[in-house]
T-cell receptor, first 111, second 117 residues
C-alpha cells in the first residue's frame, strides 16, 4: 500500500463548477500538507500548504485537512479552463525534507 | 520555473549511452532535490543535498545513477549506462529551507524529458 493515495482521475467538469480533489494517507506522523499544480510539460508549482488539521482559503482555492481521518481535500470554486492541470497532493513530517507525493489527479475544465 | 534552470529539456539516447542532466538554481536555497516522474510511479525522490552535501540517496535506483553538486549553483544527475526503463521526466527542485512555516516549499524546474531507446 502506498503512503499517499490519490485517484488519478481524469476529472472533467464544465466551467464554473466546483472541483473537489482528495488524498488519503497512512502515516500519522505527517504534519505538513501541500497541493502542487502541474501544467502539461511543466514542473509542479506549489499551490497551497497547511499545517496539521484545519482549513485554508486562498481566492478560489480551499484546502482542508482532517488528520483524524487521514484525509485531505482541495476545492476549486468557479473553475476556469486555466485550472486544467494535474493536481498533486504532498505531505511531510516535521523537519523532514522528504515529501511523499500522491499520484496526481488530472483535471480538465471545459469552456 | 524561473528559480531552477534544467538542461537539456529533451534527450533521446540509445541504451548503454551515458546521460548527464544539469540543474542550475537561480534563487537562493539550502536544499536541492532530484525527482523522477513516470506515469506508473508518479514523482519519486532520487536524492537531495543540503548545502551541497548529499543527505539521502536512498531513492537512487541503482549504481548506474549518480549525482553531484560541486557548488550551490550547479548539480548534475548522471546515468551510466542508460537503459530503456530509465525513460522518464527528471526534475530538479530547490527549497530555501524551512522558515517559520515549517513547510516544504519546493520550486521545481521545467524538467528534462529522457527517452532511452
Amino acid at each position: 500500500q502506498k503512503e499517499v493515495e490519490q485517484d488519478p482521475g481524469p476529472l472533467s467538469v464544465p466551467e464554473g463548477a466546483i472541483v473537489s480533489l482528495n488524498c488519503t494517507y497512512s502515516n500519522s506522523a505527517f504534519q505538513y500538507f501541500m497541493w502542487y499544480r502541474q501544467y502539461s510539460r511543466k514542473g509542479p508549482e506549489l499551490l497551497m500548504y497547511t499545517y496539521s488539521s484545519g482549513n485554508k482559503e486562498d481566492g478560489r482555492f480551499t484546502a482542508q485537512v482532517d488528520k483524524s481521518s487521514k484525509y485531505i481535500s482541495l476545492f476549486i470554486r468557479d473553475s476556469q479552463p486555466s485550472d486544467s492541470a494535474t493536481y498533486l497532493c504532498a505531505m511531510s513530517r516535521p523537519n523532514d525534507y522528504k515529501l511523499s507525493f500522491g499520484a496526481g489527479t488530472t483535471v480538465t475544465v471545459r469552456a | 520555473d524561473a528559480g531552477v534552470i534544467q538542461s537539456p529539456r529533451h534527450e533521446v539516447t540509445e541504451m548503454g549511452q551515458e546521460v548527464t542532466l544539469r540543474c542550475k538554481p537561480i534563487s537562493g536555497h539550502d536544499y536541492l532535490f532530484w525527482y523522477r516522474q513516470t506515469m506508473m510511479r508518479g514523482l519519486e525522490l532520487l536524492i537531495y543535498f543540503n548545502n551541497n552535501v548529499p543527505i539521502d540517496d536512498s531513492g537512487m535506483p541503482e549504481d548506474r545513477f549518480s549525482a553531484k553538486m560541486p557548488n550551490a549553483s550547479f548539480s548534475t544527475l548522471k546515468i551510466q549506462p542508460s537503459e530503456p526503463r530509465d525513460s522518464a521526466v527528471y526534475f530538479c527542485a530547490i527549497d530555501p529551507g524551512q522558515g517559520a512555516s515549517g513547510a516544504n516549499v519546493l520550486t521545481f524546474g521545467a524538467g528534462s524529458r529522457l527517452t532511452v531507446l
